[in-house]
C-alpha cells in the first residue's frame, strides 16, 4: 500500500537554528506532494506543494522542500526558525493527479529560545 | 472571505448515542472532504463530496457513518450509534477543483469525544 513516513514525532530546534522535518512517501506512480502546518486552534493551511515541477518548492513563511525521487524524500527546511513555526507539521501525498490526501502522522516542531 | 466552518469543536458524547457534525465549505467550492484524525495517528480520509454526489466514500470506517451534502452547500456527518474508537478529530475539507492542483482548505475540526 502507498504510505508516507514522516520521521520524528517531535523535533526540538533552538530559536535561528535549522528546522528541517522529514518526509518519505512510497509509490509506483508520480506523487503530488504536500506541507500542511497546523496551528493550535487553527486547520490545517497548505504551506507548499509539489506537482511535478521544480523539484525545489518555495513555500510561506520561508519554508522549502526539495523533492528527490531517487530518495523518494520531500524534506521541509528553514533556514533559520522563529517562535512562530511552532506548531505541528503534516506532510501529504496524493497520487496520480486524484486529490484523496494521505497524510503522514505529523511531526510537532518545538522552537526555544 | 469566510474559510471552512465547522460546528461543534467539541462534542463529548457516551458510548452508544448519535452525534451530528457539521462542515460548511467555503462559498463557491463545489469539493467537501471529510477526514479523521484519531490520537497519535494519522489524519485519514473518510470520504469526498462533488456537489450532493458523494464521489468517493472508500474510507468511511463502517455504517455507523452516515455523510449527507443536500443541496450542495453544507455537509453532515453523523455517527450513530458512538463507539469509543470513533473518538478524535474530524476535519472537513473544501476545494473548487477536483485535481490535486487544487488546494484543499481546512477547517478547524471537530473534537469528538466517546466516554
Known amino acids: 500500500a502507498q504510505s508516507v513516513t514522516q520521521l520524528g514525532s517531535h523535533v526540538s530546534v533552538s530559536e535561528g537554528a535549522l528546522v528541517l522535518l522529514r518526509c518519505n512517501y512510497s509509490s509506483s506512480v508520480p506523487p503530488y506532494l504536500f506541507w500542511y502546518v497546523q496551528y493550535p486552534n487553527q486547520g490545517l493551511q497548505l504551506l507548499l506543494k509539489?506537482?511535478?515541477?521544480a523539484t525545489l518548492v518555495k513555500g510561506i513563511n520561508g519554508f522549502e522542500a526539495e523533492f528527490k525521487k531517487s530518495e523518494t524524500s520531500f524534506h521541509l527546511t528553514k533556514p533559520s526558525a522563529h517562535m512562530s513555526d511552532a506548531a505541528e507539521y503534516f506532510c501529504?501525498?496524493?497520487w496520480g493527479g486524484g486529490n484523496k490526501l494521505t497524510f503522514g502522522t505529523g511531526t510537532q516542531l518545538k522552537v526555544e529560545l | 472571505e469566510a474559510g471552512v466552518t465547522q460546528f461543534p469543536s467539541h462534542s463529548v458524547i457516551e458510548k452508544g448515542q448519535t452525534v451530528t457534525l457539521r462542515c460548511d465549505p467555503i462559498?463557491?467550492?463545489?469539493?467537501l472532504y471529510w477526514y479523521r484524525r484519531v490520537m497519535g495517528k494519522e489524519i485519514k480520509f473518510l470520504l469526498h463530496?462533488?456537489?450532493?454526489?458523494?464521489?468517493?466514500e472508500s474510507g468511511m470506517p463502517n455504517n455507523r457513518f452516515l455523510a449527507e451534502r443536500t443541496g450542495g452547500t453544507y455537509s453532515t456527518l453523523k455517527v450513530q450509534p458512538a463507539e469509543l474508537e470513533d473518538s478524535g478529530v474530524y476535519f472537513c475539507?473544501?476545494?473548487?477543483?477536483?485535481?490535486?492542483?487544487?488546494?484543499?482548505?481546512f477547517g478547524p475540526g471537530t473534537r469528538l469525544t466517546v466516554t
Open positions: 462559498s463557491g467550492h463545489d469539493n
Open positions: 463530496f462533488v456537489k450532493e454526489s458523494k464521489q468517493d
Open positions: 509539489y506537482t511535478s515541477a
Open positions: 475539507a473544501s476545494s473548487q477543483g477536483q485535481a490535486s492542483s487544487y488546494e484543499q482548505y
Open positions: 501529504a501525498v496524493t
